[in-house]
């Protein structure tokens, strides 16, 4: 099992930045790939970055040049940097860990953006 702890979600003003945090812990070994996702009322689950071991990283393309996905270097943390945050980035954030043991989810931070 590995759990997963989000911080650094708020409020702020579009054009600012937000700071994600994700911390995870417990089988952490077992971790091959972290990232995070969000979810918007009434809308689909979407990836927004993903990043693995071995620092190849994957990012939604609409967020490409805004959004800087980064790994800690014990490899059992992961930062999101949002720049430029727009109303529409308005989501519950969750962090993800992929494991040889499955796929495991933190709660998920609140990011609110408004115009």
């Known amino acids: 099992q590995v759990q997963l702890v989000e911080s650094g979600g708020g409020s702020v003003q579009a054009g600012g930045s937000l700071r994600l945090s994700c911390v995870g812990s417990?089988?952490?070994?077992?971790?091959?790939?972290m990232g995070w996702y969000r979810q918007a009322p009434g809308k689909q689950r979407e990836l927004v970055a993903t990043?693995?071991?071995?620092?190849?990283?994957n990012y939604l393309d609409s967020l490409k040049g805004r959004f800087t996905l980064s790994r800690g270097n014990a490899k059992n943390t992961v930062y999101l940097q949002m720049n430029t945050l727009k109303p529409e980035d308005t989501a519950v954030y969750l962090c993800?860990?992929?494991?040889?043991?499955?796929?495991?989810w933190g709660q998920g931070t609140q990011v609110t953006v408004s115009s």
């Open positions: 993800n860990a992929y494991t040889n043991r499955g796929t495991f």
């Open positions: 417990g089988s952490i070994f077992s971790i091959y790939a």
């Open positions: 990043v693995t071991n071995d620092g190849s990283a």
